[in-house]
């Protein structure tokens, strides 16, 4: 029973981290994110460009961030 202790102990700090990463992840994508349509919105509402290039920007801008951080969380299927 002592045995099997601290290996429930290394499971619980591992799954602690990994939580804890995921939320840091989270958070600095929604940050990402957010920055990104703020500076959008207020880009073109001192200008006059039209409404379509607005979210052509934005879905683009998204997606690049998407293509070009996947490779940062690695594997997400728990296996």
């Keep these: 029973m002592s ?3 601290p290996s429930r ?3 619980a ?11 840091t992840r989270v958070l600095a994508d ?5 920055l990104w349509v703020l500076f959008l919105t207020l880009l073109f509402l001192s200008t006059n460009w ?3 290039l ?5 879905l ?11 490779w940062w ?5 728990g296996s």
């Design 60 to 70: 683009g801008g998204v997606g690049l961030y998407v293509q070009f951080t996947a």
């Design 30 to 34: 929604a940050l990402v994110v957010g």
């Design 3 to 5: 045995d099997d202790h």
């Design 13 to 23: 700090v591992a799954t602690l981290a990994a939580a804890i990463g995921v939320g």
């Design 73 to 77: 969380g690695g594997s997400t299927s």
């Design 9 to 11: 102990l290394r499971r």
């Design 54 to 58: 607005f979210y052509v920007l934005l």
């Design 50 to 52: 039209p409404r379509w």
